[in-house]
T-cell receptor, first 112, second 116 residues
């Protein structure tokens, strides 16, 4: 069965620090990969997605993620975080079974 | 952009009663809707996949007789928690996919259910 692992449960950074959140999935076939963000008190929003093509995808608010097939990874990055990036970040995978499975989430706290 | 409305946002009920949560796609037709349950400090757990005009597909371990899902139209899916118990207290989130954007989900704001 497919699964998604986010090893960082809580990340605390200072403003302007660089960010990388890990995401690994287990599924051998073709996958679509996503990062969703949930700001405090708000609903989940799509940050970026990978379907095919360039493995480095750029999303909103300066976020990007790189799909490395050999490592089954889809890590999220941002070169310089802001206080407004404080949120919960979820990695998700959609396999050919057409259902989207989420990782356990990473809480990002930014110190002003 | 696509908007999914979920109602009610919060509901408190007595143990043994049933609660219905509605999920509506406001400006697009949703052929498929997904119901998730979010536990405190945990991920979203997929409960079931709801397809318009057919029976929902439940994930392993989810009681279909307890969590009734109906997707009668292309804009509305409902989740009914029957004979609710305190352990059913949770945050329930629906999401919808369109035909063209079937790989991208639009999420509702969620419904906080508290069973006393």
């Amino acid at each position: 069965a497919q699964s998604v692992s986010q090893h960082n449960h809580h990340v605390i950074l200072s403003e302007a620090a660089s960010l990388e959140l890990g995401c690994n999935y287990s599924y051998g076939g073709t996958v679509n990969l996503f990062w969703y963000v949930q700001y405090p008190g708000q609903h989940l929003q799509l940050l970026l997605k990978y379907f095919s093509g360039d493995p480095l995808v750029k999303g909103i608010k300066g976020f990007e993620a790189e799909f490395i097939k050999s490592k089954f990874s889809f890590n999220l990055r941002k070169p310089s975080v802001q206080w407004s990036d404080t949120a919960e970040y979820f990695c998700a995978v959609k396999s050919s079974a057409s259902k989207i499975i989420f990782g356990s989430g990473t809480r990002l706290s930014i110190r002003p | 952009g696509a908007v999914v409305s979920q109602h009610p946002s919060r509901v408190i009920c007595k143990s043994g009663t049933s609660v219905k949560i509605e999920c509506r796609s406001l400006d697009f037709q949703a052929t498929t809707m997904f119901w998730y349950r979010q536990f405190p400090k945990k991920s979203l757990m997929l409960m079931a996949t709801s397809n318009e005009g057919s029976k929902a597909t439940y994930e392993q371990g989810v009681e279909k007789d307890k969590f009734l899902i109906n997707h009668a139209s292309l804009t509305l899916s409902t989740l009914t928690v029957t004979s609710a118990h305190p352990e059913d207290s949770s945050f329930y989130i629906c999401s919808a996919a369109t035909r063209s954007g079937a790989n991208v989900l639009t999420f509702g704001a969620g419904s906080r259910l508290t069973v006393l």
